[in-house]
């Protein structure tokens, strides 16, 4: 299993403007910690049952990124 922050340092190594593979203009390891948070809370309730944690796989990663861009309303970087 995972552990939580290696998780964060998984999403934040694709999404960072730095030297992220898909970077996202705006983005914060403080937005991806708390959509991660979210998303795990997500995925621990019945009224969301298409969310399963996949034990920090590409899918957990996509949705994370999805809760970010939505939450924070941020784009792709150029």
């Not at 399963?52 to 939505?70: A, K, P, Q, S, Y």
């Amino acid at each position: 299993m995972v552990s939580f922050n290696d998780f964060i340092d998984y999403v934040w190594s694709f999404y960072n403007t730095k030297d992220g593979i898909y970077p996202l203009e705006g983005i914060t390891k403080d937005q991806v910690i708390e959509a991660s948070w979210l998303y795990l809370q997500m995925c621990n309730y019945p009224s969301f049952p298409t969310f399963n944690w996949g034990d920090g796989d590409t899918l957990d990663r996509e949705h994370v990124r999805d809760i970010i861009i939505e939450k924070y309303n941020l784009t792709w970087s150029h």
